[in-house]
């Protein structure tokens, strides 16, 4: 082993001191930083609350529809469910035919329920005695765009074995617009009560804080032909050309508005 000379030793110790200026000279500097930053630090000074006022808007448009949903079908019962089920499908053959014929497209036709109940036979004591028959439904579900057609249309699937007949409902198939122009009626509406509002209280309006629209448009108003249904299901023959009016349905929105105010009338 090598032992260190008494030159090392010396030139290694004549360095500690410089060492020990450059570590206190360091840890000044942090102290000095650290303070300056905690001096640089402010107090938040609160704000002032928004005050507002928060009133609704209601706006509705009146329109003609342009299309009808209609819902019918057929109904069978016999005592083998074979054949109750072949006479439903025949009927409902028919009645699509007819539905196409009168200008409704495949796209625009749908099954909308198909139900088998089984009847049952009971004794004077009731007691069950076995199966009595079956009665089997269908209906669809067709979107008619031309209203001119209705009418022809219900009385040619009534003569082709319809004898259900659950409702019509009419609507508007691109109801965008309107509800665009009762969007702004309602904003329009909150407006005007937010002025009168702020005149009252002497106040002014500032801007709008936030604005929510709380409801969808209306739906569709519908309308049960129940004496129609009736009179098909008890084989009646219902009036040639069945008179139809679509009326007018209401497309309206409403909306939740606060608005900032400030002391003072305009």
Same mark, same amino acid.
């Given at each position: 082993m090598k032992r260190a000379s008494v030159g090392n030793i010396q030139r290694f110790w004549s360095t500690v001191p410089r060492l020990g200026v450059i570590v206190a000279v360091t840890a000044l500097a942090l102290v000095t930083v650290t303070g300056a930053t905690t001096a640089q630090v402010a107090t938040p000074v609160p704000t002032e609350p928004v005050r507002t006022i928060t009133v609704n808007g209601h706006g509705s448009v009146n329109v003609t529809p342009d299309t009808a949903s209609v819902e019918l079908g057929v109904t069978e019962t016999n005592t083998s469910l074979e054949a109750a089920q072949d006479q439903v499908s025949l009927r409902l053959d028919a009645i699509l035919a007819t539905l196409r014929e009168q200008g409704v497209a495949d796209d625009d036709i749908q099954t909308s329920s198909y139900n088998v109940q089984i009847l049952y036979e009971y004794d004077n004591n009731g007691n069950l005695r076995g199966i009595n028959g079956y009665t089997v439904s269908s209906t669809l579900k067709a979107t008619v765009r031309n209203l001119d057609t209705l009418g022809v249309l219900l009385d040619s699937s009534v003569g082709a074995g319809a004898n259900l007949?659950?409702?019509?409902?009419?609507?508007?198939?691109?109801?965008?617009?309107?509800?665009?122009?009762?969007?702004?009626?309602?904003?329009?509406?909150?407006?005007?009560?937010?002025?009168?509002?702020?005149?009252?209280?002497?106040?002014?309006?500032?801007?709008?804080?936030?604005?929510?629209?709380?409801?969808?448009?209306?739906?569709?108003?519908?309308?049960? +032909?129940?004496?129609?249904?009736?009179? +098909?299901?008890?084989?009646?023959?219902?009036?040639?050309?069945?008179?139809?009016?679509?009326?007018?349905?209401?497309?309206?929105?409403?909306?939740?508005?606060?608005?900032?105010?400030?002391?003072?009338?305009?």
């Open positions: 007949l659950y409702g019509i409902s009419f609507f508007v198939d691109d109801s965008t617009a309107p509800a665009s122009q009762a969007r702004g009626l309602a904003v329009a509406d909150a407006r005007t009560k937010a002025d009168e509002l702020a005149s009252a209280a002497g106040v002014s309006i500032v801007g709008v804080v936030s604005i929510q629209e709380t409801s969808a448009p209306a739906p569709p108003p519908e309308i049960f +032909m129940e004496r129609a249904s009736m009179d +098909m299901a008890a084989g009646q023959a219902a009036p040639s050309q069945v008179p139809v009016q679509a009326g007018s349905t209401e497309i309206a929105v409403d909306v939740y508005v606060v608005f900032e105010i400030s002391a003072g009338g305009s």
